[in-house]
Nanobody, 126 residues
Framework: QVQVVESGGGLVQSGGSLRLSCTAS????????MGWFRQAPGREREFVAA????????EYADSVRGRFSISRDNDKKIVYLEMNNLKPEDTAVYYC???????????????????WGQGTQVTVSS
């Protein structure tokens, strides 16, 4: 059974930083591209960042580029989302997802992801 688990969310002041972590079990980690998405109240889930199986090809939503950084440690089977200069509009539940690698896949496409975590809440106060 595949399990995707996020951690690291919390409450932070505007301008602060958080690092989210995500692990996945029950799958062959190395063949999965990993993505972060978020969903704010009353809004659709949206793409935040993603990274290819080998750590290459990181992509970011325009709203977070330059502030967030995605990375992965394949030895530890963890993907990270480093979030800096957080803004109140970053407040959302953040989800980690796994997509079986295919170079033709658009990492921003939420429909392509096979497995999802339960999410971790990030709240940024002004």
């Amino acid at each position: 059974q595949v399990q995707v688990v996020e951690s690291g969310g919390g409450l932070v002041q505007s301008g602060g930083s958080l690092r989210l972590s995500c692990t996945a079990s029950g799958l062959t980690w190395i063949i999965y591209d990993m993505g972060w998405f978020r969903q704010a109240p009353g809004r659709e889930r949206e793409f935040v960042a993603a990274i290819r199986w080998n750590g290459d090809g990181a992509e970011y939503a325009d709203s977070v580029r330059g502030r967030f950084s995605i990375s992965r440690d394949n030895d530890k089977k963890i993907v990270y989302l480093e979030m800096n200069n957080l803004k109140p509009e970053d407040t959302a539940v953040y989800y980690c997802a796994a997509d079986r690698h295919n170079y033709d896949n658009n990492l921003r496409d939420i429909q392509l992801y096979d497995y999802w975590g339960q999410g971790t809440q990030v709240t940024v106060s002004s």
